[in-house]
Structures are given as structure tokens and as C-alpha cells.
């Protein structure tokens, strides 16, 4: 059973920073795309960024391009996303997701909660 836990989550400032970690159970985290996907209250699943197996290839969502960077450790079985120049339209639940190939993410976290106010 794979399970994935999300953490470092909080509250900031417009203008702040904060890093996400997500620590997969399971030897098979090498072997999987991962993904980070964020909701708000009301708002739909909203796709924010997916890094390769190997961590050299990624993708961002335009609405975080240029502020937010994901990246793996994959000797250390942790995925991340760092999240800089936030805006409060950033806030929202944020999940790291394993990708299940064709039917897309096969395992969620929980969630981790990130509040952008001043």
C-alpha cells in the first residue's frame, strides 16, 4: 500500500515562501511521475506542476510558472515544491499525487493546507 504525506504547509505573507515537502511510502518512487495539484473552497482540482521519474523534465501550470519550482530527491524518497512570491490567490489545499500512467494519479495525499494573507 502506497501512501503519500504532505507537509510544511501554513500560513504567509503575500510576498513570502514556503516549501512543501511530500514523503511516499513504497519502494517504487523512483519509478513514478509525480505531481502537485491544489483545491480551494469552491474551486475545482487545479493541476500545478509534474516533474519526471528522474526529476530533469518539468511542467508548470502558467498560473505558478516563474514562482513555484518542484523537484525530487529520489535517494531520499521525498518530492517538493517551493513555492516563492506568493499571492493569496494561492491559497488553497495542496496535494502531491503519483502518477498511475494512463488513467492519470493512482495515490493522493491528504493534503496540506497553505493560507496567503496579510
Known amino acids: 500500500q502506497v501512501q503519500l504525506v504532505e507537509f510544511g504547509g501554513g500560513s504567509v505573507q503575500p510576498g513570502g515562501s514556503l516549501r512543501l515537502p511530500c514523503a511516499p511510502s513504497?519502494?517504487?518512487?523512483?519509478?513514478?511521475?509525480m505531481y502537485w495539484v491544489r483545491q480551494g473552497p469552491g474551486k475545482g482540482l487545479e493541476w500545478v506542476s509534474v516533474?519526471?521519474?528522474?526529476?530533469?523534465?518539468?511542467t508548470y501550470a502558467g498560473s505558478v510558472k516563474g514562482r513555484f519550482t518542484i523537484s525530487r530527491d529520489n535517494a531520499e524518497n521525498t518530492l517538493y515544491l517551493q513555492m516563492d512570491s506568493l499571492k493569496p490567490e494561492d491559497t488553497d489545499l495542496y496535494y502531491c499525487?503519483?502518477?498511475?500512467?494512463?488513467?492519470?494519479?493512482?495515490?493522493w495525499g491528504q493534503g496540506t493546507q497553505v493560507t496567503v494573507s496579510s
Open positions: 499525487a503519483r502518477d498511475g500512467g494512463v488513467y492519470g494519479p493512482d495515490y
Open positions: 513504497g519502494s517504487s518512487f523512483s519509478s513514478h511521475r
Open positions: 516533474i519526471n521519474t528522474g526529476g530533469g523534465d518539468t
